[in-house]
């Protein structure tokens, strides 16, 4: 029987496989059960609690009619919407600017990684003090200084408070995944590039054509992947914006922090995250499904 045959009968096995028995049973066991004490203490039983907590339906009648809930869900819907599109189409394209054979084009990649590897806290509060409405702030500074003009109090408006908070995590987590893609170009063979560019393909219509269709299925995959990762984002809103002005810019994480936290309610907050299961639950459906589709075409 083939290897493939085998693979897809459930027959094939890693090389050095084999059942473990006896005293190698009782060994494996030693070294598997201290993590998987951990994993139930951890995971499972906190997220088995949580779900017992939010499993009241009263609780999402309570999060309906309350005022700051849908805000805080146009928020998250704006804040993942906007901050994943801009960032991933910003990093495809960025990522055909570093793939050029220069030297100083490399320094620059260095450099240009560094948001990423900053922590998230600390820069989150540097980019909230550059945005400080008085004197202070950087940004109303070189405003002040450059074009003589006076800057606005940034965090005092519900579309600059929010478009903060995009700008930052879009400048946060770009790095990571320009590499990515950055990674994905390389693997790319030199030979379908050469062929468009003998057959007449520009700069544009190069990466439109042929590019892009290579990289449509990783740029799925990575998309879904931080759409899951970003509907969890907590730092960027609470340390950037905080909320302000008066809570006008929270997102379902930090409004579930508050109910926990400031209004002594942690099962409202924990219904309040539960309530974006309905749309992450489908989106890690189809992440799964494209990698075992990938998969099998491998």
Not at 42 to 53: D, E, N, S
Not at 70 to 79: G, I, M, R, W
Not at 268 to 297: D, F, G, I, Y
Request: hydrophobic content about 55%; some cysteine.
């Amino acid at each position: 029987m083939s290897g493939a045959r085998q693979v897809l009968a459930g027959q094939w096995h890693p090389p050095g496989y084999r059942h473990v028995h006896g005293p190698d049973l009782m060994l494996a066991i030693a070294f598997v059960a201290p993590y998987a004490a951990l994993f139930v203490a951890f995971v499972l039983y906190p997220t088995g609690y949580a779900l017992r907590m939010g499993s009241k339906l009263s609780l999402y009648t309570d999060l309906i009619t309350d005022p700051h809930y849908l805000p805080s869900v146009l928020n998250t819907a704006l804040f993942v919407g906007v901050g994943v599109n801009v960032k991933m189409f910003l990093a495809l394209l960025v990522s055909g600017f570093f793939m050029r054979p220069r030297w100083w084009i490399r320094a620059l990649l260095v450099v240009y990684v560094l948001p990423w590897t900053l922590p998230a806290i600390q820069a989150a509060i540097s980019f909230r003090w550059m945005l400080s409405g008085d004197e202070s702030g950087l940004v109303n500074r070189l405003l002040s200084l450059l074009l003589g003009i006076e800057g606005p109090i940034w965090f005092n408006h519900w579309g600059l408070a929010l478009g903060s908070n995009i700008v930052f995590y879009v400048w946060k987590w770009m790095p990571f995944w320009t590499v990515i893609f950055l990674a994905g170009r390389m693997a790319i063979p030199r030979d379908v590039s050469d062929a468009a560019t003998v057959d007449g393909a520009t700069g544009v219509s190069r990466f439109v054509h042929v590019t892009f269709p290579l990289l449509a299925n990783l740029y799925l995959v990575c998309t879904l992947l931080s759409i899951a990762w970003t509907m969890g984002e907590f730092t960027t809103v609470y340390f950037v914006s905080g909320g302000a002005p008066v809570w006008s810019t929270d997102v379902l994480t930090t409004l579930g922090f508050r109910y926990a936290f400031d209004a002594a309610n942690p099962s409202l907050a924990v219904a309040a995250v539960m309530s974006v299961l309905p749309v992450l639950v489908p989106v890690m459906v189809v992440l799964l499904r494209r990698l075992e589709t990938r998969t099998l075409q491998l």
